[in-house]
């Protein structure tokens, strides 16, 4: 079955870097583009990032683009967010997701993993 | 604050029907499909509906999804403690070239 496995999370100051993964297992990881969503209580679920499944195309929401950084790497069928100059309200639990075509340029999740929690805090 | 409308929170008695709003706009609902996902406490956020009213396998048929225009219902009959959570709709937005959600419904099973 599909699985969607988060790690790197952790406990940063303001400023600090962080470099999330994301471990896939149970389909064709090459075939999907994948995603971060991160997740507060005052914000609800927010998207961050997507990539395409081959990773030529690298797509950023405007609160995070020119700090975090997507990557991926298909022979590990594993996902990447590289987080730079980070600010407090950035804490929040950052869940990676398969992403499932729907039509035109749309592509929303179908498989989530549990999160990994960042906390930016001095 | 979201860019799709929910209600924070819905509730009713086990065996009831509750329905759960997702409000959004002709740049997202109105023009494209509408997803809803289940999040219960400890497990990892899973897909309900999709293409507004389609079910994945392994979905029971007491879920139930709706789009009329910019806005649509998950509706849940035969209401289980089970189903306590938070539930979440989802469209892409043709405007911001990305996935948009609703800030979730905390579904009580009274």
């Known amino acids: 079955q599909v699985q969607l496995v988060e790690s790197g999370g952790g406990l940063v100051k303001p400023g600090g870097s962080l470099r999330l993964s994301c471990a896939a297992s149970?389909?064709?990881?090459?075939?999907?583009?994948m995603s971060w969503i991160r997740q507060t209580p005052g914000k609800g679920l927010e998207w961050i990032s997507y990539?395409?499944?081959?990773?030529?195309?690298?797509y950023y929401a405007d609160s995070v683009k020119g700090r975090f950084t997507i990557s991926r790497d298909n022979a590990k069928k594993s996902l990447y967010l590289q987080m730079s100059s980070l600010r407090a309200e950035d804490t929040a639990v950052f869940h990676c997701?398969?992403?499932?075509?729907?039509?035109?340029?749309?592509?929303?999740?179908?498989?989530w993993g549990q999160g990994t929690l960042v906390s930016v805090s001095s | 604050q979201s860019v799709l409308t929910q209600p924070p929170s819905a509730s009713g008695t086990p065996g009831q029907r509750v329905t759960i709003s997702c409000s959004g706009s002709?740049?997202?609902?109105?023009?494209?499909?509408i997803y809803w996902y289940q999040h219960l406490p400890g497990a990892a956020p899973k897909l309900l509906i999709y293409?507004?009213?389609q079910r994945p396998s392994g979905v029971p048929d007491r879920f139930s999804g709706s789009k009329s225009g910019p806005s649509a219902s998950l509706a849940i009959s035969g209401l289980r403690s089970e189903d306590e959570g938070d539930y979440y709709c989802a469209a892409w937005d043709v405007s911001l070239s990305g996935p948009v959600f609703g800030g979730g419904t905390k579904l009580t099973v009274l």
């Open positions: 002709t740049s997202n609902i109105g023009t494209n499909y």
């Open positions: 149970g389909f064709t990881f090459n075939d999907y583009y």
């Open positions: 997701a398969r992403l499932a075509y729907c039509g035109g340029d749309c592509y929303l999740p179908d498989f």
């Open positions: 293409r507004n009213d």
């Open positions: 990539i395409s499944n081959s990773g030529s195309g690298r």
